[in-house]
């Protein structure tokens, strides 16, 4: 089936420093993703939804300019929190639009975010 | 704004129980309805998908029903095992949208 996955599955980093995550469509190419934030106990909330070779599209109350996305290549976009806050501790998850399977999402196995 | 719902947030049975998990959402103009299961730390599972001109969605002991009209749909395991435990996550998603919104999940468990 197809797999997506993430890298680093955790990270931990000081306030102020920026933190890159990568979500990889490993057998399958996506013309779109989207990533996702999960609050302990909370629903998933998409951020934005990433299309290869163009600007994201972000949720309202997403800053843009605090969580950077580039979807780089049909099977690679990576989502970079900067200037990260204690508040931006959070599990994030991609998923990835099969460009043949319109309607399915693929996830990936989420990044755990911790800023001390 | 569509909100979904899920009843109930925790749920604990014996092993070999059938359940059924809860869900419901104000919006009843949702294109499909999507049951995944989530285990502790990892991704989401895609379990079942209903179209909107769907009743129900069966796989192996699962089957997923869907009440468009009323906002409701509900996920029945038959028989349940220790590894099904997870917490099952309901969402929905609307016409000309691939957005899904999510309920909060239901936290399964079952004990042998």
Known sequence: GAVVSQHPSRVICKSGTSVKIECRSLDFQATTMFWYRQFPKQSLMLMATSNEGSKATYEQGVEKDKFLINHASLTLSTLTVTSAHPEDSSFYICSARDIALKETQYFGPGTRLLVL | ???????????????????VLNCSFTDSAIYNLQWFRQDPGKGLTSLLLIQSSQREQTSGRLNASLDKSSGRSTLYIAASQPGDSATYLCAVTKGGSEKLVFGKGTKLTVNP
């Open chain 2, 1 to 19: 704004k569509q909100e979904v719902t899920q009843i109930p947030a925790a749920l604990s049975v014996p092993e070999g129980e059938n359940l």
